[in-house]
């Protein structure tokens, strides 16, 4: 029985490692990076994938940022307006699937989630790091799915 995903499996097991290894030693999130490598390969696992995946991740974690406004009203009114904006930016990256550079809306609700998840567990969460941190580690997914994706073809022989 041959593995079709043998080479891929592998080169994915590598660098998972070395990733997960750097993130630490580094302070980055292991995890993010993880949700961007995952988005790469819905978005085609190919280099056309790295712009379907990696335009939608920026909309989406900017749109996160955007709506922890929401939180600024205080008290009871910042859990509502939190709740609409959260929902007026859902409305929002969903409509966007009409625009070619953010049709793959998975994608853009998914860096949305991730920034979230990553941003409310911080002091501050309108730190401009906190975006900033999260398309890093987002992004830095989705050239490690690149990398994943090209490094079976780069060992296999020249055909001549």
């Known amino acids: 029985m041959k ?11 590598i660098l998972a490692a070395i990733w997960t290894y750097a993130s630490i030693k580094l302070g980055l999130s292991t995890w993010a990076a993880f949700v961007g490598w ?13 712009m379907k995946s990696g335009v939608p ?9 955007l709506s922890l ?8 009114m910042g859990v509502i307006g939190v709740s609409v904006a959260v929902g007026v930016a859902a ?3 969903i409509l966007l699937m009409n625009w070619a550079p953010t049709a793959l809306a998975p994608a853009a609700v998914a860096a949305f989630a991730t920034f979230f998840g990553f941003t409310l567990v911080k002091t501050d969460v ?3 790091n906190n975006v900033v941190f999260t398309l890093l580690a987002m992004l830095i997914g989705v050239v490690l799915g690149w990398i994943s994706a090209s ?4 060992l ?5």
């Open 69 to 76: 406004y929401g939180l600024k009203l205080g008290g009871e």
């Open 126 to 128: 309108f730190d401009i």
């Open 156 to 160: 296999k022989p020249a055909k001549a």
């Open 151 to 154: 490094a079976p073809g780069w």
């Open 38 to 50: 995952a988005l790469f390969f819905v978005a085609g696992g190919d280099t056309k994938a790295i």
């Open 91 to 93: 409305l929002i990256l």
């Open 3 to 13: 593995l079709k995903f043998g080479p891929l499996a592998l080169s994915v097991g």
């Open 57 to 65: 991740i920026v909309v989406g974690v900017l749109f996160g940022y």
